[in-house]
């Protein structure tokens, strides 16, 4: 396939275009500075801030992700400074996409991040009533961020897929984690960035998930 990896030098990022390469697909790599972009195989670096709303980092975005198979963002808030980054920057991603007729997005979210009222049926006892609601309050704004960024992934009209990690480690590629469709994974508190990255390529060809969320663990 034809990937474009979004946040390209963050945690996730990084693992998207060293696994995407490894199993053959044409990789596009964006990050805010390409010079921190490997040259392994014949990855196409592109410097493009989604930050930046000017004309020219609106170009550089959308040729990033014209002809795309599908569009793997690891873009999300790392400290409070970074609150507003998921929402601001896949709203201009979204409309990057829909200026060139690019279809297909999977984004990371978080487990913690919910858009509806209802409780989650996979989160237990422990999970609803305690880890996560001491998690949101102390990441308030993080996860309010991503929770707009979902919104918007909804309004788009993109064939859009949230995957929802839990903690993340810098753990080895393991492919032993469990994912459910619109749930989390019950008792899987953590997960290696490695494998959210296989989770998010591996989702990336599967067209049933249009439209939902993915929760994951081990």
């Not at 963002?73 to 201009?92: F, H, K, M, N, Y």
């Not at 993109?158 to 984690?177: E, F, I």
Request: glycine fraction near 10%.
């Amino acid at each position: 396939m034809k990937l474009t990896v979004i946040s390209a030098t963050g945690g996730i990022g990084r693992a998207l275009v060293e696994q995407a390469v490894a199993a053959g697909h044409d990789v596009t790599a964006v990050a805010r500075n390409a010079d921190r972009i490997g040259s392994e195989g014949s990855v196409r670096a592109v410097q493009a801030d989604l930050a930046d709303p000017s004309p020219t980092a609106s170009a550089a975005l959308s040729s990033a992700v014209a002809g795309s198979d599908a569009v793997l963002s690891g873009l999300g808030p790392r400290t409070r400074a970074d609150v507003g980054i998921a929402e601001q920057g896949t709203r201009t991603l979204i409309r990057a996409m829909q200026a060139v007729d690019a279809r297909r997005l999977v984004v990371v979210s978080a487990a913690p991040v919910s858009t509806t009222s209802a409780p989650d049926p996979g989160n237990g006892f422990w999970a609803r009533h305690l880890l996560y609601p001491v998690i949101g309050r102390a990441l308030r704004g993080n996860y309010a961020d991503l929770a707009e960024m979902e919104r918007a992934l909804a309004a788009s009209g993109l064939q859009w897929t949230a995957v929802r990690p839990p903690r993340l480690t810098d753990g080895p590629l393991t492919r032993r984690y469990r994912s459910a469709l619109d749930q989390n994974v019950r008792g899987g508190l953590s997960i290696s960035r490695a494998d959210v990255a296989h989770l998010m390529l591996d989702v990336a060809g599967r067209p049933e998930t249009a439209g939902h969320t993915v929760g994951c663990g081990y």
